[in-house]
């Protein structure tokens, strides 16, 4: 089981998939195991300091194990790497559901063969 987050431009597992992770209109923390999802608005999208670091905030408060997202900052990567949040870096669009497939799938291949989570 896992509790994982991707970086939404809306509130729906039909919602597109946002790259920018401190810029992220939602969060949608998605539940591996029981497949129910939470949308969670980025209020920090409006500041102008310290985005990255009140998200990583807000997502180490969630108990999350992951995120997935497009491009993140240095801060921002350290600060979830220090919280022990793997990043899973995905680089085509499509909708959360389509996403959240993606990255079960490598989940998946990467028990079969044995190699690490990708970061």
């Known amino acids: 089981m896992m509790k994982i987050c991707i970086t939404a431009r809306g509130k729906t597992l039909d919602s597109a998939f946002e790259r920018h992770f401190a810029r992220t209109p939602f969060f949608i923390f998605y539940d591996t ?3 129910k999802s939470e949308a969670i ?3 920090f999208v ?3 300091t310290r985005i990255g ?7 180490k408060n969630n ?3 992951a995120v997935i997202t497009g491009e993140i900052g240095e801060n921002a990567r350290a ?3 220090g919280a022990n949040i793997a990043l899973h870096l995905f680089s085509d669009t499509g909708t959360i559901r389509q996403v959240i497939s993606e990255y079960l799938k490598s ?3 990467n028990a ?3 190699t690490a989570r990708p970061t």
């Open 112 to 114: 079969l063969s044995g």
């Open 53 to 59: 670091q009140n998200a990583v905030r807000l997502l």
């Open 79 to 81: 600060l979830l790497t």
């Open 33 to 35: 195991e029981t497949r």
């Open 46 to 48: 409006i500041s102008d």
């Open 41 to 43: 608005l980025n209020g």
């Open 63 to 65: 108990g999350l194990d």
């Open 107 to 109: 989940q998946e291949q």
